[in-house]
């Protein structure tokens, strides 16, 4: 089952292509040159309009009323369809037929019912493709991956090029190939480290490199091009029971500065004082107790015309104070209440 979601009442899906059995009744026994057409479509207007309530004259001479509500087109438009051919009369001239072509029908709204493998590939056929990307047996290939024709045509309905494609389960890595063959940007992720070295990042790496002949290659006129950056994830610094946040037991300095300043939205530096930098301020991170001279040492280390963030697991009274006296403009931030505004912590 595919769920769609949408983030606002104003979003309406793209369209898909006609198939063979769609377009079936579309003939071409006369040869037309707009190719195959089709004759019964509606000529009357949905809604009574004066100015759609006239009579047309066949070649036999033959009157032929307006239908209730009037024709669909004004009159000049319908004189000019029937000198391009695309409305004609029949033989004996009492009644007008209009001609449409397979030509110039839209997309179809997507259906409810995907029941053709010819249309969202297989799992079968996704899984033999890794085999032949990846040079491994049945058994070692990852078990279940998705075939890249259903997601060409997930993330055809659902955006265009140049939209960001999320996948938070990586998986093999189908869904972020399909979307780098279709000209989309991806952001994906992967729990198991072990499936993305595997699978996941070598994927994406014959993708990029054009070396990946399988899924939409062909369709897509793929060759490669673009590229993307891999990150790892540590495990988070951070904790949350019963609704309040806590620092994890054990947590390196190193780990905790660079933790802070990401929070607070400062650019790490390499210093022996401060962990990072947000243009004349800058971040001093203490894993102990924020006093008197701990404030003393990250203000004798600042600038001319710097203020300093302290973030320390503990403020020390009268420290916030004597640090608003040495450098104004500065202040103290204790972790993690101060991070965590929304929540009253207990510092473990």
Same mark, same amino acid.
């Given at each position: 089952?595919?769920?769609? @979601? ?19 009744? @579309?003939?071409?026994?006369?040869? &037309?040159?707009? $190719? ?17 309530? @006239? &009579? ?20 000049? %438009? ?5 000198? *391009?051919?695309?409305?004609? !009369? ?5 009644r007008i037929v209009y001609r449409t072509y397979v030509k110039e029908q839209g997309a179809l709204p997507p259906s409810n019912l995907w029941g053709s493998v010819e249309e969202t590939g297989s799992n079968r056929k =996704? ?6 990307? !990846? $040079?491994?047996?049945?058994?070692? +290939? ?24 999320? &996948?938070?389960f990586a998986g093999s890595g189908t869904t972020a190939a399909v979307a780098h063959k279709m000209g989309r940007r991806w952001v994906t992720a992967e729990l198991s480290e072990n499936t993305a070295d595997a699978f ?7 993708? +990029?490199? #054009?070396?990946?002949?399988? #899924? ?10 673009? #590229? ?17 946040? @806590?620092?994890?037991? $054990? ?7 660079? =933790? ?9 530096? *390499?210093?022996?004082?401060? =962990? ?40 020390? &009274? #009268? =420290? ?8 104004? $403009? ?5 972790? %993690?209440?101060?991070? !965590?505004?929304?929540? %009253?912590?207990?510092?473990?």
């Amino acid at each position: 089952m595919i769920v769609i @979601y949408g983030s606002g009442p104003g979003w309406v899906a793209n369209g898909v292509e006609r198939n063979a059995q769609q377009s079936s009744h @579309y003939r071409n026994p006369d040869n &037309d040159p707009r $190719g195959p057409w089709f004759d019964g479509n509606p000529l009357g207007s949905p809604n009574p309009r004066e100015n759609l309530m @006239y &009579d047309v004259l066949s070649p036999a001479g033959i009157s032929i009323r307006h239908p209730p509500n009037g024709w669909r087109w004004q009159k000049s %438009t319908m004189v000019r369809m029937i000198s *391009e051919g695309s409305i004609r !009369f029949n033989a004996d001239g009492t009644r007008i037929v209009y001609r449409t072509y397979v030509k110039e029908q839209g997309a179809l709204p997507p259906s409810n019912l995907w029941g053709s493998v010819e249309e969202t590939g297989s799992n079968r056929k =996704a899984k033999n493709e890794l085999k032949a990307m !990846f $040079g491994l047996p049945a058994r070692e +290939v990852f078990s279940t991956p998705k075939p890249e024709r259903l997601l060409e045509r997930v993330i055809h309905i659902a955006s265009n090029p140049g939209d960001i494609i999320v &996948d938070v389960f990586a998986g093999s890595g189908t869904t972020a190939a399909v979307a780098h063959k279709m000209g989309r940007r991806w952001v994906t992720a992967e729990l198991s480290e072990n499936t993305a070295d595997a699978f996941t990042a070598p994927r994406l790496t014959k993708v +990029v490199n #054009g070396e990946d002949p399988g #899924g939409i290659t062909a369709s897509a006129g793929w060759t490669g091009g673009g #590229g993307f950056r891999q990150l790892r994830v540590a495990p988070s610094t951070w904790q949350v029971e019963d609704g309040d946040a @806590y620092l994890v037991d $054990g947590v390196d300095p190193g780990i905790l500065s660079r =933790a802070v300043a990401a929070q607070l939205g400062y650019t790490p530096v *390499e210093h022996a004082v401060f =962990a990072g930098r947000k243009g004349r301020s800058m971040l001093a991170v203490l894993h102990g107790v924020a006093d008197a001279v701990a404030v003393q040492d990250v203000v004798a280390a600042l600038d001319e015309g710097e203020t300093a963030v302290v973030a320390a697991l503990a403020i020390a &009274d #009268g =420290a916030a104070s004597l640090l608003r006296d040495l450098r104004p $403009g500065s202040r103290l931030v204790r972790i %993690t209440t101060d991070l !965590f505004p929304a929540r %009253t912590s207990v510092i473990r």
